[in-house]
């Protein structure tokens, strides 16, 4: 199975400032044959299910702000929220679907400092 | 609008059954593989599993965890998926979401609209 870690656990970043979330998988979910890293990004606020922001480890989803990135290849990965907003408060996973079991990082809870 | 609503979750003993449902509207239901994860109280997301498309079979896939006690299920012609789960456990308890994949290929999907979710306990 392919662990997927996340760091930090949690941050708190002051509006409009920059948010960074890693995470790393135990064995690469980069496709060779298509040269696509089978990763994903969701955000998950109170209450509420998850929201896919990312996939293919950098394409946005329909409707997910620019100010929402991800970069990394093979076994690295990073989410970056270039400017926090106040609704951007939540817990944010990675996961990989390179398996077809597919597996979650722990979750990374973003704050407001 | 695309709409999957989850229902059936409530509490049960350890041991028993429960069948949860996650009706679909709002997309052609058979060209979609649909998945089943769960949140437990306080904690991260776990798969639990999917089932393929009639186009790719309809076949299975389970985690570790649930193989063998929960099988996945749907009816095309009702737009539902169904999730059975038998042997119920008290480390069951959780928040189980259905959501629709996109298919990538035969073995590899991304999960990308998911229901609200229904809650299930299991407590004697």
């Known amino acids: 199975d392919i662990v997927m870690t996340q760091s930090p656990d949690s941050l708190a970043v002051s509006l409009g400032e920059r948010a960074t979330i890693n995470c790393k998988s135990s064995?690469?979910?980069?496709?060779?044959?298509?040269?696509?890293?089978?990763l994903a990004w969701y955000q998950q606020k109170p209450g509420q299910p998850p929201k896919l922001l990312i996939y293919?480890?950098?394409t946005r989803e329909s409707g997910v702000p620019d100010r929402f990135s991800g970069s990394g290849s093979g076994t690295d990965f990073t989410l970056t929220i270039s400017s926090l907003q106040a609704e951007d408060v939540a817990v944010y996973y990675c996961?990989?679907?390179?398996?077809?079991?597919?597996?979650f990082g722990g979750g990374t809870k973003v704050e407001i400092k | 609008e695309v709409q999957l609503v989850e229902s059936g979750g409530g509490l049960v003993k350890p041991g028993r059954s429960l069948r949860l449902s996650c009706t679909a509207s709002?997309?052609?239901?058979?060209?979609?593989?649909m998945s089943w994860f769960r949140q437990a109280p306080g904690k991260g997301l776990e798969w639990v599993g999917f089932?393929?498309?009639?186009?790719?079979?309809?076949?299975?896939e389970y985690a570790a965890s649930v193989k063998g006690r929960f099988t996945i299920s749907r009816d095309d012609s009702k737009s539902i998926a169904y999730l059975q789960m038998n042997s119920l456990k008290t480390e069951d308890t959780a928040v189980y979401y259905c959501?629709?994949?996109?298919?990538?290929?035969?073995?590899?999907?991304?999960?990308?609209?998911w229901g609200q979710g229904t809650l299930v306990t299991v407590s004697s």
């Open positions: 709002g997309f052609t239901f058979g060209d979609y593989a």
């Open positions: 064995q690469s979910v980069l496709y060779s044959s298509n040269n696509k890293n089978y």
């Open positions: 293919w480890a950098s």
């Open positions: 089932i393929r498309s009639k186009a790719y079979g309809g076949t299975t």
């Open positions: 996961q990989q679907y390179y398996s077809t079991l597919l597996s």
């Open positions: 959501t629709r994949d996109r298919v990538i290929d035969y073995s590899n999907q991304l999960p990308f609209d």
